[in-house]
């Protein structure tokens, strides 16, 4: 059985997009996986895999750190229905991940961290105050938010252009089903999806099917998650 270490909120949200990706790999594996949760302050409980961040999965006695590398080690691991299914697409999956956490998830950041300091466990506050009001420059994350929707909204839409332009031509990123490159992507919209009630998408936007497609994936297992 594997075991995964996964990012908690209050109320047992789990938003964080990287756990997403392995959650999603491990069900496209059909793997069988238990869930440890855990805060920002617990880094003790991932420690056995000389990591201070999530996603930590074990698999026996193995531990494997990074979404990356967590799906990496799946298709060496188990090769049925791989996630990375030729050179050429392990370089796709590499330039999705890329522009994934430099554009995207920086571009929804600010939009969601007030909601996020708000939905973060009472023990985690401070950790999150001090870690994100260095990054921003301030620890009023509700103004900041408020200020950043004027026009951050709009440039977060725009920056999903590259996914929308292939996703009107194609039911999933990767094509006819989807993959790891679906995957990365799918985890970042869980991210909001746990923590705000911000909708990020205009319903007539392909990138919009392709998120409710995702959600119903997998028998709905990123649907019936607990959302904001």
Request: hydrophobic share 40%; aromatic share 12%; glycine share 6%.
């Amino acid at each position: 059985m594997i075991t995964l270490y996964d990012l908690a909120f209050e109320d047992d949200r789990r938003p964080s997009p990287f756990c997403w990706r392995a959650k999603f790999a491990l069900a496209h594996k059909g793997l069988d996986f238990t869930s440890v949760p855990m805060g920002f302050t617990e880094k003790e409980k991932i420690a056995f895999a000389d990591s201070k961040t999530v996603p930590v999965i074990k698999d026996g006695e193995k531990p494997v750190k990074d979404s990356w590398a967590i799906a990496v080690y799946l298709d060496d691991m188990y090769p049925e229905r791989l996630l990375l299914k030729s050179e050429m697409g392990r370089s796709y999956a590499r330039f999705i991940n890329g522009w994934t956490d430099t554009v995207v998830n920086a571009a929804i950041f600010p939009l969601i961290i007030g909601d996020l300091y708000d939905r973060v466990r009472p023990e985690d506050k401070e950790y999150i105050a001090e870690s994100r009001g260095a990054r921003l420059g301030t620890k009023d994350f509700a103004s900041f938010q408020t200020q950043a929707r004027e026009k951050g909204l709009a440039a977060f839409r725009a920056s999903l252009e590259p996914a929308r332009r292939a996703l009107r031509e194609q039911k999933f990123l990767s094509g006819a089903e989807a993959a790891y490159p679906d995957y990365i992507l799918a985890g970042t919209f869980m991210w909001p999806r746990t923590i705000s009630p911000l909708e990020l998408l205009e319903k007539d936007d392909p990138v919009y099917s392709w998120r409710e497609r995702m959600l119903d994936h997998f028998d709905g297992m990123a649907r019936k998650a607990k959302a904001a």
